[in-house]
């Protein structure tokens, strides 16, 4: 019998990498799911977007991991495919370039002797004076910098991204992002270099499939609907119907469909809005205070064979409103049609409403060519064409109060334990692909009987928040018991 409206199986709601992973899965296990899909097409903000021949990524997506099962999946559906991509990242700031993550010879070499000299006596105040508590990124990035190093290398990127104070960013993103690195660790890995495995920012190369990352999604439904799994798209969520105790079914697509479990990877609010009848005032208070920053891409077209050789660029420097911006071609060559043409993603953070995301497609194009121009990476007159792309809830915010609206998210999610909360805005958590897919893995086995926390997984120390953990071994036992096997294609 089919998922969905017949009312066995299960609901997904998304299908970006967590909910289109939790049906790959479960169509593994051989347990019937549908998928509901408010776009034309699957990946969600690992989508890679064609233009005239031209592919670019929303944002960039490495493909790295310490998680077996989905290096496994990666593998198993994008074989060749699946390219090991060099890595090279820069900082711009005050007309230099800076590698990322930090060289402390190449960043001292930058800054000349003078300011070196300054950043060195504010990390040793750092180490001598330790802010407590570190509830926020400008303490917990001061503590291993120094201020000085902070505000150079930090502050002004941070605050593009997030549209707020760093002192209103809370730790995490942090501890998830710059991943327990100090400047100590720097130097010492520049004199004793350490296994490229062991911290994940340190990393000199990582995967990368040779269409951009959409193609995994897109063979990942080719399979799954092979398998019977049925992926309805354009079709937002309009309503999830519930009662005391569990999760009855959703409208989407102007139907009904009903299911013994619910996955949903949609954003929390979205998904509190939806509840009929009403949520209590409790959660949908909790909802309304869970923020989100959205995102514009330009792509520009250029002439040139060459333009610069980082696979992406971060624009630290506050006189240029764009926060990064991407070079495909140096991800995989593939991604552009022509070996003459190169086409890079100029990333502006922004808020829907907001001046710069009500900017006409015109005016988008024309601030990007001018900034690439004024940076030098580009002459105007090799830009010949350009796309703009805008994207909704790219980023969960981490402020102040995101933490106390989680909890209450948390306990009303206890009260209905046929519905799992999954991937980045499905939990409200930066999480990476890698961890994205992880919980679609997880939650389909507790489909299946398991019984995972999601919200307690430590699949990597350096990476994902503290507290109270799933553990490394007790993933692997996972894999040993259930060695994730997939069915013919």
């Known amino acids: 019998m089919e998922a969905g409206e017949h009312g066995s199986g299960v609901v997904i709601l998304g299908a970006g990498p967590a909910g289109l992973t939790a049906a790959y899965e479960l169509s593994n296990l051989g347990l019937p799911c549908v998928v509901m899909e408010r776009d034309a097409v699957v990946g969600g903000l690992a989508r890679t977007i064609e233009y005239k021949g031209f592919r670019f990524d929303i944002g960039g997506h490495r ?183 569990r999760v009855l079914s959703v409208r989407a697509g102007g139907r009904r469909w009903e299911g013994s479990h619910f996955i949903s990877s949609i954003a929390i609010r979205e998904l509190i809005e939806t509840l009929s009848p009403n949520a209590p005032e409790s959660l949908r208070s909790a909802g309304e205070q869970l923020k989100y920053r959205d995102f514009i891409t330009v792509a520009l077209v250029v002439r040139a064979r060459d333009v610069f050789p980082d696979n992406w660029i971060y624009l630290q420097d506050p006189t240029v409103i764009a926060g990064r911006v991407q070079n495909y071609k140096n991800w995989s060559a593939d991604m552009t049609p022509s070996a003459e043409m190169t086409c890079l993603g100029v990333e502006y953070f922004c808020s829907a409403g907001d001046p710069l995301w009500n900017r006409s497609d015109a005016g988008l194009i024309e601030l990007a060519k001018r900034e690439m121009t004024e940076l030098g990476l580009v002459r105007g007159d090799d830009v010949v064409d350009a796309a703009v792309i805008r994207v909704l809830k790219a980023y969960p915010v981490y402020d102040r109060a995101y933490k106390e609206s989680l909890s209450v998210v948390r306990d009303f999610l206890a009260t209905v334990p046929n519905l799992q909360l999954v991937g980045r805005n499905g939990m409200h958590r930066y999480n990476n692909q890698d961890h994205s897919m992880l919980t679609g893995i997880l939650a389909a086995r507790n489909v299946s009987g398991s019984h995972f926390d999601l919200w307690n997984l430590d699949v990597d120390k350096d990476y994902l928040e503290e507290g109270p953990l799933v553990s490394n071994d007790e993933v692997a036992a996972l894999e040993k018991s259930q060695p994730l096997v997939p069915r013919p294609i």
């Open 63 to 245: 493909f790295y991991t310490k998680v077996s099962l989905v290096q496994q999946i990666w593998r198993e559906i994008l074989g060749q495919d699946l390219l090991t991509c060099g890595r090279l990242s820069r900082i711009y700031y005050k007309s230099r370039f800076f590698r990322y993550p930090l060289d402390p010879l190449d960043a001292f070499r930058g800054l000349g002797l003078l300011e070196t000299l300054r950043s060195g006596l504010s990390f040793v105040k750092s180490r001598m004076f330790r802010q407590l508590p570190e509830h926020d990124f400008e303490t917990w990035v001061s503590n291993r910098f120094g201020r000085r190093l902070f505000t150079t290398f930090f502050k002004s990127y941070t605050e593009k991204v997030w549209g707020m104070d760093c002192r209103e960013i809370g730790a995490e993103w942090a501890g998830q992002r710059i991943q327990a690195l100090s400047l100590w660790s720097l130097l010492r890995d520049a004199m004793f270099p350490r296994s490229k495995k062991e911290i994940k920012t340190l990393i000199k190369e990582f995967q990368y499939p040779r269409l951009g990352p959409g193609m995994l999604w897109s063979r990942m439904r080719e399979i799954v609907e092979h398998r019977g799994v049925r992926i309805v798209l354009n079709a937002p969520v309009e309503q999830v119907q519930w009662e005391a105790g």
